[in-house]
């Protein structure tokens, strides 16, 4: 199997708070996470690509001391909303790369800040 | 242009109607195509992986790649109200683990 989890499902926060989001692969090991973002009835957009061992990519337009990410084992990857405020609201989800070009989703997680 | 285009929808079909999905790319360079399917408020579950050109079949669904029309497809056999959800479309270039997202395609099968 090809399982990813993510923790919390949900999470509804003050506007100035930081949140983590965990994305674990559970039945596999990848050295390669993802993360995007969704916006209600839009595509995914890759935020930045995780790499086990080593400083994350960003893609353009995302704020690296904003979304920090930490892929401290190869079966986790954090990522965490510094000062968080409403326009972060979103669906994050994140991927693990099993065999390079296949990825597996993990269900998301809803943030929502006050 | 966007590097993948995606026909948003919505789509509704009856039960049991064969549904077309597809998706046409710019970048001559990609490899890797992709189908999953996204039910409201989960992550995206792939459903189809192919190489290059040709088609793939698995149950109720076939991918087509047409690289030469840089135009992929899902044929989906005998819908069922179970297969309503978005549909996204996703590539990527050989030797690299970016993946491109179409904006998906909503599809309702009504019973």
């Known amino acids: 199997g090809a399982v990813v989890s993510q923790h919390p499902s949900r999470v509804i926060c003050k506007s100035g708070t930081s949140v983590k989001i965990e994305c674990r692969s559970l039945d596999f090991q990848a050295t390669t996470m993802f993360w995007y973002r969704q916006f209600p009835k839009q595509s995914l957009m890759l935020m930045a690509t995780?790499?086990?061992?080593?400083?994350?990519?960003?893609e353009q337009g995302v704020e690296k001391d904003k979304f920090l990410i930490n892929h401290a084992s190869l079966t986790l990857s954090t990522l965490t909303v510094t000062s968080a405020h409403p326009e972060d609201s979103s669906f994050y989800i994140c991927?693990?790369?099993?065999?390079?070009?296949?990825?597996?989703f993990g269900p998301g997680t809803r943030l929502t800040v006050l | 242009q966007k590097e993948v285009e995606q026909d948003p929808g919505p789509l509704s079909v009856p039960e049991g109607a064969i549904v077309s999905l597809n998706c046409t790319y710019s970048?001559?360079?990609?490899?890797?195509f992709m189908w999953y399917r996204q039910y409201s408020r989960k992550g995206p579950e792939l459903l189809m992986y192919?190489?290059?050109?040709g088609n793939k079949e698995d149950g109720r669904f076939t991918a087509q790649v047409d690289k030469s029309s840089k135009y992929i497809s899902l044929f989906i056999r005998d819908s069922q109200p179970s297969d309503s959800a978005t549909y996204l479309c996703a590539m990527s270039e050989s030797g690299s683990e970016k993946l491109v997202f179409g904006k998906g395609t909503k599809l309702t099968v009504n019973p």
């Open positions: 995780s790499n086990e061992g080593s400083k994350a990519t960003y």
């Open positions: 991927s693990a790369d099993k065999q390079g070009n296949e990825q597996f």
């Open positions: 970048n001559s360079a990609f490899q890797y």
């Open positions: 192919t190489y290059s050109s």
